[in-house]
């Protein structure tokens, strides 16, 4: 695999999360020029907003970040289900910092200050670890749903794109085609961001209008399951 390529073959993109403005912009400029595309969020939660509506190949992220800091944001996203490796920036050096880092998630922990040609070995080095996979397919009653490109093809071949959390509510949804989730589970789940359940509705309605009201199911008193397209 060549630098600045995926398994794929497509422009390895890669999400900073630093609120050093000079720091990170120097970041970006040095993965573009390694050819990677890489984008600059300046706190935690832009971070999160961008790591869960695009696909990266790889994280780097400060571990003290206004808004959101930078352990629990790799957290949430663990659990969110972004599984791309991260490598966590800090200027906090003691052992018990690095193995708090590394159980929260991340593949590797570099401190600062660090040289950047080591940085973009680590980086390449997380790169080669990842396995390459064939993009995902799931059942949706008789379509199927591609979590890669985020469309949902019926029987008849026509194809419907979902945005990014449309598909990471059909995706929850669809790998535990039984299970029954409730709207507190979905909102934490999928919108990790946000305080309100309501989002949890306002998607289930995105999902019905574009792709049929039976696609998600309603369970009375208890929340929300899949249905059948």
Do not use: W
């Amino acid at each position: 695999m060549s630098v600045g390529t995926c398994h794929s073959g497509e422009v390895t993109r890669v999400l900073v999360v630093e609120d050093d403005r000079e720091l990170g912009e120097l970041l970006v400029r040095a993965f573009g020029n390694a050819g990677y595309s890489a984008d600059l969020a300046r706190d935690g939660q832009s971070g999160l907003h961008r790591a869960l509506t695009r696909g990266y190949d790889v994280l780097v992220l400060d571990r003290r970040l206004p808004a959101i800091e930078g352990l629990d944001l790799l957290v949430r996203l663990r659990r969110s289900g972004v599984d791309a490796p991260a490598l966590m920036l800090t200027a906090l050096g003691t052992v018990a910092d690095r193995i708090a880092g590394l159980d929260g998630g991340a593949e590797d922990y570099v401190v600062k200050p660090f040289d950047l040609d080591e940085l973009l070995a680590r980086v390449r080095a997380l790169l080669r670890r990842r396995p390459a996979v064939a993009a995902p397919v799931i059942a949706v009653g008789a379509a199927e749903f591609d979590l890669m490109a985020r469309t949902v093809t019926g029987p008849d071949g026509a194809a419907t794109t979902l945005s990014g959390r449309e598909s990471d509510l059909l995706r929850l949804l669809a790998e535990q085609p039984e299970r029954v989730f409730s709207r507190r589970e979905i909102a934490a789940r999928v919108f990790p961001e946000s305080d309100t359940e309501t989002l949890a509705d306002t998607y289930v309605h995105y999902l019905r209008r574009k792709l049929g009201a039976t696609v998600v199911a309603t369970v009375r008193g208890t929340g929300y399951r899949l249905g059948r397209l």
